[in-house]
């Protein structure tokens, strides 16, 4: 049974920052593609963030390019965004989520090509 459980959010002020961790489980360590999204109220879930587990191959949004960094620590089938100079724009819900048959990064990101999902973790970003 895939599961994903992500932790590590909450509140930061602009420019700050904060690492995101996603916990997968039940599907091979270096299978599949890891994809972070985020949800702001009112708006579409936004993909934000994606990682190839066979090739390493990673994409970002033109959002947060430059700013964001997704790694992964297949020791302990973990999967990380570290999220820097944050702004209120990034104030969101974040979502872990998981293809596991796809093999290259997937890019653009589409809710529809992901499998599985995590139940999300709350990033604010305030004075």
């Known amino acids: 049974q895939v599961q994903l459980v992500e932790s590590g959010g909450g509140s930061v002020q602009p420019g700050g920052s904060l690492t995101l961790s996603c916990s997968a489980s039940?599907?091979?360590?270096?299978?599949?593609?890891i994809g972070w999204f985020r949800q702001a109220p009112g708006k579409d879930r936004e993909g934000v963030s994606c990682v190839s587990r066979t090739s390493g191959d990673t994409y970002y949004s033109d959002s947060v390019k430059g700013r964001f960094t997704i790694s992964t620590d297949s020791t302990r089938n973990m999967v990380y965004l570290t999220m820097n100079s944050l702004q209120p724009d990034d104030e969101a819900t974040y979502y872990c989520?998981?293809?596991?048959?796809?093999?290259?990064?997937?890019?653009?990101?589409?809710?529809?090509?992901?499998?599985?999902w995590g139940q999300g973790t709350q990033v604010i970003v305030s004075e």
């Open positions: 039940g599907f091979p360590l270096d299978h599949g593609a």
């Open positions: 989520a998981a293809n596991t048959k796809q093999i290259a990064v997937i890019q653009p990101m589409f809710t529809y090509e992901f499998d599985y």
